[in-house]
């Protein structure tokens, strides 16, 4: 994943979050007031949720690019060993406010901050839509590295939108009302199923689902739940 630094601008002007890290430690705040509490209007995402504690027990799920950790809470009331990480110090600062009985960590899944087969399960929700196909196909073997065999992995991503086809890149200027320079892509399904299977994974199920009117960004999603074999 891109760590690289804020672009330095001309006195005057607005400093520009440059990479994910960059960007995310940009809008840490505004993302968790306007998304901390999006679970409470997803049923689909709150069963499937629910559903993954109790595939992955015993033993400790990770939810990896847990931005402010509203995840990471709502799994952590139903499974007794979680973390949080993300590559964002600014996202883990506010997910440490909201939660600070959970355990949270800055890292980055392309080399995760674990042992091997170290986690039961990871979560990883919409954390791969700003990685390279190269670096996407790095972090599913790290997602395999660290999720023991027969645990769980559940990942979800953007499929397609009325502005962007399958594998466009929407190149972000302005988020949230600052200034970045942040890509996000469109994946196809069936790349980001055969990455997970060249990993180490077995892919179980997949999901595609609409979005949900005035409570998300107007793209389909796709959810892909895999064993480690």
Same mark, same amino acid.
């Given at each position: 994943?891109?760590?690289?630094?804020?672009?330095?601008?001309?006195?005057?002007?607005?400093?520009?979050?440059?990479?994910?890290?960059?960007?995310?430690?940009?809008?840490?705040?505004?993302?968790?007031?306007?998304?901390?509490?999006?679970?409470?209007?997803?049923?689909?995402?709150?069963?499937?949720?629910?559903?993954?504690?109790?595939?992955?027990?015993?033993?400790?799920?990770?939810?990896?690019?847990?931005?402010?950790?509203?995840?990471?809470?709502?799994?952590?009331?139903?499974?007794?060993?979680?973390?949080?990480?993300?590559?964002?110090?600014?996202?883990?600062?506010?997910?440490?406010? &909201?939660?600070?009985?959970?355990?949270?960590?800055?890292?980055?899944?392309?080399?995760?901050?674990?042992?091997?087969?170290?986690?039961?399960?990871?979560?990883? +929700?919409?954390?791969?839509?700003?990685?390279?196909?190269?670096?996407?196909?790095?972090?599913?073997?790290?997602?395999?590295? #660290?999720?023991?065999?027969?645990?769980?992995?559940?990942?979800?991503?953007?499929?397609?939108?009325?502005?962007?086809?399958?594998?466009?890149?929407?190149?972000?200027?302005?988020?949230?009302?600052?200034?970045?320079? +942040?890509?996000?892509?469109?994946?196809?399904?069936?790349?980001? #199923?055969?990455?997970?299977?060249?990993?180490?994974?077995?892919?179980?199920?997949?999901?595609?689902?609409?979005?949900?009117?005035?409570?998300?960004?107007?793209?389909?999603?796709?959810?892909? +739940?895999?064993?480690? &074999?």
């Amino acid at each position: 994943m891109p760590q690289t630094e804020p672009a330095a601008d001309a006195p005057g002007e607005r400093r520009t979050a440059v990479g994910v890290r960059a960007a995310y430690d940009a809008i840490a705040r505004s993302y968790d007031a306007q998304l901390g509490g999006e679970l409470d209007g997803k049923p689909f995402d709150r069963a499937l949720l629910d559903g993954f504690t109790g595939l992955a027990r015993p033993g400790t799920i990770a939810d990896v690019g847990c931005g402010p950790g509203h995840i990471t809470r709502f799994l952590a009331a139903r499974h007794a060993e979680v973390i949080g990480i993300d590559l964002s110090p600014g996202m883990i600062a506010v997910a440490r406010e &909201r939660a600070p009985g959970l355990a949270f960590a800055v890292g980055s899944m392309l080399r995760l901050p674990a042992a091997g087969a170290a986690w039961a399960g990871v979560i990883a +929700l919409y954390s791969i839509i700003h990685l390279t196909a190269g670096e996407r196909a790095t972090a599913c073997r790290e997602f395999a590295r #660290t999720v023991r065999p027969g645990g769980w992995l559940l990942a979800a991503f953007h499929v397609d939108s009325p502005e962007f086809a399958i594998g466009a890149v929407n190149h972000l200027t302005t988020w949230f009302g600052e200034s970045v320079e +942040l890509d996000g892509f469109f994946l196809d399904p069936a790349e980001v #199923t055969a990455d997970l299977e060249s990993a180490g994974f077995t892919v179980m199920a997949e999901a595609v689902r609409r979005p949900l009117p005035e409570i998300e960004y107007p793209s389909r999603r796709c959810y892909v +739940l895999a064993q480690r &074999r």
